[in-house]
């Protein structure tokens, strides 16, 4: 009997303690470096925190509850996680997680925290609160926004070894950015390491900001002070819309903005960096004049757009890919202008290409490191305008050493001893048969070699210059020959510049290679063209060598080293047989064009 009553208590005891709940078990951690489970775009931020450092993973849980502070408190039971899988606009929400140094826990901790995030919250550190930024809040109304960034003192009393909880209330109605989740970058470190963290984050933007500022500005003002060359213009824009975005990108740690201006900062920053690559794809493909250009530059403006409607999420992202877009396009037009064997295509093609894979390595923000990766492309531009600019000087010069060996051939051509000697003889004859005419004629001759001589060492001269020796030299011939020639000339502004003994040039051509009538009227009419002014020489009377006039002689090699020299890749020439005789169309504009003989 006894022994029965033994079993059957015994039995009782099993059945009660089986029936009764088991006291709760702490929840086994997860435990890592920071870095190690940091996307690539922000860790650089962790990778410098002490080795031994280590955060476990983060538990979420929706509601509010002040006693969700206490480091006792059991979160077994709330969700894991990342820092950056936190719901947004979705009321008042708590995060926490432990951190300790080592694997034993038996090292102190650095004394310094640093939050960066767009929410608002408050910091507990093993239930002690240690600040908050902002004021969380259970819509828009309530909540206050607070700065992007913040830094924290850890009491020495509070960071001994151990374990310790970080504990965060928090909402997210201002962030601003339409993902449907956000986060914050906790880090723990000394304090003085943390600001100099800062220091290089501000340092190289600022830097960069500064280089490309004055990079720009002398763009600008070569633009305004040389030719008004359009790759100047596009240079200029380059660098001064990437100065605007890094000088956005230092603004925030020298200033520490709210947190709800970060998204439209981001957005601005992601724009220009848009501006940016539609001016460098500009630069590329009016510097080597790729063809169809409008095609080119009118489709980037719908890839971007359609770039920012698809990851409106990641503004990060964003950026990198409308950057890979304009320098992949850039790549493609330096690499036909290097098959096309483009003076300056190389640099342009190395730069662009080493951009490229810069951008590769750190494919995840693009304001990482952004004057290092787009360095390249701006090295390989500027060296591919010096080029350009060096042979236009080249060209400058060697058009310059023709114009005035044209001039000397010009010079001799006018004075050669039969021209001499025909028009002496004219006079002589003159003499005898009108006195005075003679005396005029000598007049005339004198006066068309004076304006000749003084013209020699002109670059230009006023238009009317020009017409007074025209008209000058016409004299002298009508008297010589015994023909009534003339000059007819319609809306040309005498003031103008032109180069020196063009026209007359001109009128000489007409003189040698056409059969003219006993009365011939030369006829100019200037007309404006495009940017600059159109000018039209007609040289009545059939021409005596069809086939070898177009070429040209002496003349005309004269007028196109004259028109090369004055304005240099900014002129046209064209010239054919008319009904009435011989046209000549010369144009020259004050905005850079291409020029040439058309």
Request: proline share 6%; glycine share 10%.
């Amino acid at each position: 009997m006894f022994a029965f009553a033994a079993v059957l208590t015994a039995f009782s005891v099993i059945v009660v303690l089986a029936a009764e709940p088991a006291p709760p078990q702490p929840a086994l951690r997860r435990w890592s470096h920071p870095a190690e489970e940091s996307s690539r775009s922000v860790r650089r931020w962790f990778e410098e925190l002490p080795a031994a450092l280590q955060y476990s993973e983060v538990r979420f849980k929706d509601g509010d509850d002040a006693r969700w502070a206490q480091p006792t408190w059991d979160d077994a039971d709330w969700e894991v996680r990342g820092f950056w899988a936190l719901p947004a606009r979705a009321g008042v929400q708590w995060v926490r997680f432990r951190v300790r140094m080592g694997t034993d826990g038996r090292m102190a901790l650095p004394a310094g925290i640093m939050i960066s995030t767009v929410r608002a919250y408050e910091l507990y550190w093993d239930g002690v609160l240690l600040g908050s930024s902002g004021v969380p809040g259970t819509d828009r109304e309530s909540e206050q926004v607070g700065r992007v960034d913040e830094w924290y003192s850890i009491p020495g009393a509070m960071r001994g070894p151990g374990e310790h909880v970080v504990a965060m209330r928090t909402s997210s109605y201002r962030v601003g950015f339409p993902a449907a989740t956000s986060g914050f970058r906790f880090l723990l470190d000394e304090p003085a390491l943390l600001q100099g963290k800062v220091l290089r984050e501000a340092f190289v933007p600022t830097l960069a900001a500064g280089a490309l500022c004055m990079v720009g500005l002398a763009g600008l003002i070569l633009w305004l002070a040389t030719a008004r060359r359009p790759t100047l213009l596009l240079l200029g824009g380059v660098c001064l819309s990437g100065a605007v975005m890094q000088t956005m990108q230092a603004f925030r740690w020298f200033f520490h903005y709210p947190a709800d201006w970060h998204y439209p900062v981001l957005a601005a920053m992601v724009a220009l960096v848009g501006v940016q690559g539609i001016f460098m794809v500009a630069f590329v493909v009016m510097h080597f004049d790729v063809p169809r250009r409008r095609w080119v530059l009118g489709g980037l403006v719908p890839v971007f757009a359609t770039v920012s409607w698809l990851s409106p999420e990641r503004m990060n992202l964003e950026g990198v890919w409308i950057l890979a877009v304009g320098i992949v396009v850039s790549l493609g037009c330096a690499g036909w202008a290097v098959w096309r064997r483009r003076r300056g295509a190389w640099p342009v093609a190395l730069g662009v290409a080493a951009s490229a894979i810069l951008l590769v390595f750190e494919a995840e923000d693009f304001r990482a490191s952004f004057f290092l990766k787009f360095l390249p492309v701006l090295i390989g531009l500027i060296s591919s305008l010096a080029l350009q600019l060096q042979d236009e000087r080249r060209r400058a010069r060697e058009a310059q050493l023709t114009a005035a060996r044209m001039e000397i051939e010009l010079l001799k051509k006018n004075l050669q001893p039969h021209f001499l000697l025909n028009t002496l003889t004219a006079v002589s004859e003159v003499i005898e048969q009108d006195p005075a005419g003679a005396v005029k004629f000598i007049d005339d001759l004198a006066g068309e070699l004076r304006s000749l001589a003084l013209m020699s060492g002109e670059r230009l001269v006023p238009f009317k210059r020009e017409l007074d020796l025209c008209r000058a030299h016409l004299k002298v011939i009508s008297r010589r020959t015994g023909r009534e020639i003339g000059l007819a000339v319609e809306g040309v502004d005498e003031e103008a510049l032109v180069p020196p003994a063009l026209f007359l040039t001109l009128i000489e051509n007409g003189l040698v290679h056409q059969q003219a009538p006993d009365r011939v009227n030369f006829r100019l009419v200037a007309q404006p063209g495009g940017a600059g002014m159109r000018y039209s020489f007609l040289s009545p009377g059939p021409t005596r060598k069809l086939a070898g006039r177009p070429g040209g002689g002496t003349g005309l090699r004269y007028i196109k080293a004259r028109l090369e020299e004055s304005f240099a890749g900014r002129w046209t020439l064209s010239q054919g047989a008319v009904d009435t005789g011989w046209e000549t169309v010369i144009s020259w504009h004050p905005e850079p064009a291409t020029g040439g003989e058309a």
